[in-house]
């Protein structure tokens, strides 16, 4: 029957490759660790069965090679999330070797009972006190070699992040696995968890005498910068300044970093593509240059730009500011419907929508979830902020510029919560979720361990931009060539622009800007290129012919219109693997299409009024 | 009395987390970030317009919890209260 065996059985044909699996609470580093000892070497690999992509990495030890799985971080070994059921699955369908358990070492108090349950289950393990140093500096006091025996496990402090211990904790892990030769996969988890709970009383005896935690009252440096920081009366106006600083450098930083790569790939494309592509046909020469290359270079030149984002949300994040942001924002998010991690989703937003929906994984609730899928898209990422620059800068320039992208900004936030005030009502998007947040104590995050995570979110984000980024070059290419020998309106982007031009009209967008549209669905860093190849000029010479063709009001109805019209294709493909819904995919566009028109026709309309 | 109604730097100690109608795993979350019985428990601040407290558990585990939330761990105080 089902129940005859629960716990950890051996398996009679142990692995080919020794497995361990690394499982341990949110926010004890155990990815640093991973990292560290996979030298950042791992590979999301797909398990049969399991509905998420794990990492893995093959590691040499002691010259025998070793699988190590990271296993999503959870809280408890039986608990009811998604990713609890994940690491619960994993454990049922794949032998391993060992289990390689992190625990924050200043928690230790309620962390053992991750261990204890892992004893429980009868796995084999090994115990890593990461943030070792942290511990120390709040007094907590571990004996770990009897916490060692009491636990039938090796205990070794590390940190992770600044690499002690480390080399003593994999040697330990060496020895161990060298004593593992069987493999074991555990049969009904849950049941046997419920039937062998890890008790209070197990824990107290586990800890008695081998840990001693700090005084109850101790006010620690975190908690003096956090009477400022969360003050009640200082902490929001703190906050709101701290995220103007944020924009205020990218603008004064960010922006002006497209300039000199601009002049690089400018100076590459004249000296070294041109010439050798010369001997092509003329329609090839223009398909490589215009339709791809210029696909490249947009991508490029704004690179520093979305790297700098990631800089500033990693160090933010790591710092454990973040969880403050939340914190300060609950109260009001709450009456959206949403809680103070969707305000933070939708920080992340601005700099690129997609890490920023990945990131509502944290959210339990469906319901919420989708809400606040449906929501990031209107933030204003730098794509879309690209296109602000270029069109602004044009028609509205010096500080009256400055001020309508501040405006627009502004909007960006405005509009997103009143759709989620409104939204929320109905009953696809309501939800009671329970808000509890860790907040962890302030740390200081280490340049590598920010440069690190920075690359691994750029190389990400190459990977996904660029197909897209490309394709939307083709296609105006393509749209702009054909029918052959025809210019401007009868090409066939013009034919497509005069084909919407009854429903744009009215909202102050001319032809030639609708395709510029419909190629920033594709990919928005395209859309101004878009543009310089309908108008059949360069970019420089673009900005002269928008500032005389355009009016203020039509430039800035542009604007509005791309800031909310549609997630770009990418977005629209993260939003469609997070949601698994079809259905919530395509109200995803077309919400955002409908809302794009009202209230860029409540502007224009009315602004052309308030000018008569 | 619940976790709501203490007033900041009041100590007391955690009895137990309400599982009836709540959602299933929300006492298994809590008792793993250390609310179990016995163990002691104290607000630090409450956020103005009825927003979350931060509450500490233990000595060296912070988290914010929502007043709805925190209305469903009950709580016993500490006689000799101090701050």
Known sequence: MSTCHSGAVVKEAPNATKRIGVIGQPNTGKSTFFNRITNANAAVANWPGLTVDLMKAVVKLNQEAVEFVDLPGIYDLNGFTDDEKVVQRFLESFAVNMILVVLNASQIDRQIRMALQVKSLGLPGVVLLNMADEAKRYGVQIKTLELSERLGMPVYPISAKYGTGCQGAIAGITRTLAEQPNTYQVANLVEHLNENPVTEAEMEETLAGAVQMPSLTAKTFTNRIDGVMLHPIFGLPIFFASMFAVFWFIWTVGIPSADPVDAVTGWLQATILEPSLAFLPDIIQDFIINGIWTGFTSILSFLPLVALFFVIMSALEDSGYLSRAAYLMDAFMSKLGLDGRAFVLQMMGFGCNVPAIMGTRVIRSRAMRLLSMLIIPFSLCSARLQVFIFILAAVLPGIHGAIALFLLYIFSFVIAFALSAILSRHKNFKSNEPFVLEIPPYRFPTIKQVLLRVWHEMKHFLGRVTTFVVLGTIVIWFLNNFPPGTEGIDTLAGQLGQFFAPIMEPIGINPYLTVSLIIGFIAKEVQIGALAVIYGLSDDTLGVKISESLTILQGFSYCLFSLLYIPCLTTISTIWGESKSVKFTVFSMIFPLVVAWIVCFIFYQGALLLQA | ?83
């Open chain 2, 1 to 83: 009395m619940t976790l709501a109604e203490l007033k900041p730097g009041q100590m007391a100690f955690v009895h137990e987390v309400q599982s009836k109608g709540v959602e299933q795993g929300f006492k298994t979350r809590l008792e793993a970030m250390g609310f179990v019985n016995g163990k002691p428990i104290c607000v630090m601040r409450s956020a103005w317009f009825g927003g979350p407290l931060q509450v500490r558990v233990g000595s060296t585990t912070e988290l914010a919890i929502r007043r709805s939330e925190a209305n469903l761990v009950f709580v016993v105080i500490d006689p000799s209260t101090e701050n």
